[in-house]
């Protein structure tokens, strides 16, 4: 009899209830697919592919609290793992609560190599419809195994950023409201969800309850996440380009890539009007796109021709960079006041009110930032002299 210790890990998903969790699934779109990781020992490692199949996998799916096993996955589909191969051979009846249940030759025994790691895709907790791609649309959760939509009662940014997180979507561009992607059909299983954004899941955001019956489906929720995003710098706005095409992330090559490039990408990030080009040299993961060619007047570099999805490799041998920041300029800007008689325009309460008034106009016309410059004598405000007056003053400088 094989005696194993048993390590749990606690994990704190947002507002849901602490989870226990022994499995995991990495490098998956979402949260509901991936290489299958486990935990023995207090060390994460892989489980090998050798006669893993569609019971195996939907015992995983269930201990995951995902929907049906969709695809038992093979030969390191989604990537190599490293460390531990902890599985082989697994061989589960189909009810097993947990795959730790499912037969196995023992911890850590196998003849596999990581290039075997298995994985799964499972249905997911929650999906997007009728977008333009799989980063938009009406969104729609799973609930007593029936797709449902959200209300849009109290529906924000907050919200829709988990939304694009839990699908591996990039950072959220818009939460839609009134059913912008059309209205959905059947229950309306959540409302008022309150997301802190921290949340690994929709389902572990503060919602009223399960299935909400005021709420009609013209006021379905929407999201539009970013399909692009920086990876590998020193931040966001830095880094290797990485674009998602067929629900997987990969790489622009080199080729081609120059600044009107760089521009369109910095500009749909939100990470300002000015890039720098950088190169990284090619790695064993996917290239979505070859040979862009921006004129730099496109709102998404994916509005820019290319030669075609899913190149095999880059010519060069290298992959397209960025650093994006944004430009700033400074402007002087004089204003003329014109006031009553007798009225100081440099009194603390008129004086404010002015500034925040001209704060106002000025902020509104774009992303302008404002700072007040008082003379030597600490007033804003100045006469403004006469022709008369400067007259005067150039015949005494005479």
Known sequence: ???????????????????????????????????????????????????????????????????????????????????????????????????????????????CVHSEDAGVICEAFIRLVNGINSCSGRVEVLHDDQWGTVCDNGWGLTDAAVVCKELDCGKVIEAKSAAYFGPGVGPVWIDDAQCTGSEASLVNCTSTKWGIQSCEHLKDAGVTCNNVKLVDGSSECDGRVQIRYNEQWGAVCHSGWDLADATVLCRELDCGDTAELKEYVETSGQTSMDELACTGNEFTVQDCPFTGWGVSSCLNGLHAGAFCQTTVRRVVVRIVVKAEIGVNVNDPDIKNKLLDMMRHVVESKGKYSVNWRSQPDEQVFHQQRTATDRAKACRRVN
């Not at 019971?55 to 201990?63: G, H, K, N, P």
Request: aromatic share 12%.
């Open 1 to 111: 009899m094989l005696n194993s210790l048993w390590f749990i890990l606690i994990l704190d998903f947002g507002n849901g209830p602490p989870v226990e969790a022994f499995l995991r699934l990495m490098n998956g779109i979402g949260f509901c697919s991936g290489r299958v990781e486990v935990l023995h020992n207090g060390i994460w490692g892989t489980v090998c592919d050798d006669v893993w199949d569609l019971t195996d996998a939907a015992v995983v799916c269930r201990e995951m609290g995902c929907g049906n096993a969709i695809e038992a996955k093979s030969f390191a589909y989604f990537g190599e793992g490293s460390g531990q191969i902890w599985m082989d051979d697994v061989n589960c009846v189909g009810n097993e609560f947990s795959l730790m249940f499912c037969g196995t030759p023992g911890w850590g025994t196998h003849n």
